[in-house]
């Protein structure tokens, strides 16, 4: 999992409140859970004028002129600011790899559906709860400044704005540590790898026929 220490990036939105986890990935692209190659399928039925299938080439369809991540000046963009209730409905796993493959590296909302916002620290995709009049100023700054960057310092706990203004955040202690390391819960396992072996190799002294028993 990439590590989340520093991330500076330009801002685009997702103005609409309760959006939920099959408009972030509609539910014909979960066939497969490699983790990859859902970027070009993120919010698909607000990106595209037509209806996408999965292994489609995205490349020729033809774009919705006025849905935010079309537009020439949110490209690039790797901030997303949201409204409440960010990733609601169901629990697909598939929402964040989306954002991440996409590009994304933080979401800023008032609120985030718990098991959306338990995946996102998952998979090194930073999910940053702000005040829902602070998500206001930033929306409200945003659209009045194209090109408008913000810094998130994830070990300062801090959401930057281009005026130099810092924003304080929370966020669980254990989740930090595991994104400032890259750790999801494979890394987290491989972390006692020594221990791990040292107790296998106890019990093979202790009980070899159960593992003569598997081979």
């Known amino acids: ?55 489609q080439d995205c490349s ?20 997303l600011l949201a409204r409440k209730n960010f990733g609601c409905g169901s629990s697909r796993e598939h929402a964040p790899w989306a954002l991440d493959d996409f590009g994304f590296r933080a979401v800023i909302a008032p609120s985030f559906a718990d098991i959306f916002f338990n995946n996102c620290f998952k998979n090194g995709l930073l999910p940053i709860v702000l005040a829902e009049e602070v998500v ?38 254990f989740r930090k540590h595991c994104l400032l390391n890259g750790l999801d819960d494979i890394g987290l396992t491989l972390e006692d790898a020594d221990d791990i072996r040292a107790y296998e190799a106890k019990r093979r002294e202790q009980a070899p026929w159960l593992f003569d028993a598997v081979k």
């Open 136 to 173: 206001d100023q930033l929306f409200e700054e945003m659209y009045a400044q194209e090109g408008y960057e913000l810094t998130i310092d994830l070990e300062k706990q801090q959401v930057i704005k281009p005026n130099g203004e810092a924003i304080d955040f929370e966020v669980d202690a």
């Open 60 to 79: 020729g369809r033809p774009l919705n002129p006025e849905f935010p991540l079309n537009f020439p000046h949110y490209q690039g963009a790797s901030v």
């Open 1 to 55: 999992m990439k590590a989340f220490t520093q991330h500076k990036g330009l801002a685009a939105p997702m103005d609409r409140a309760n959006v939920d986890t099959d408009l972030i990935i509609p539910k014909q692209f979960l066939k497969s859970i490699k983790r990859t190659g859902f970027g070009p399928n993120l919010f698909d039925e607000l990106r595209y004028l037509d209806e996408g299938f999965p292994g």
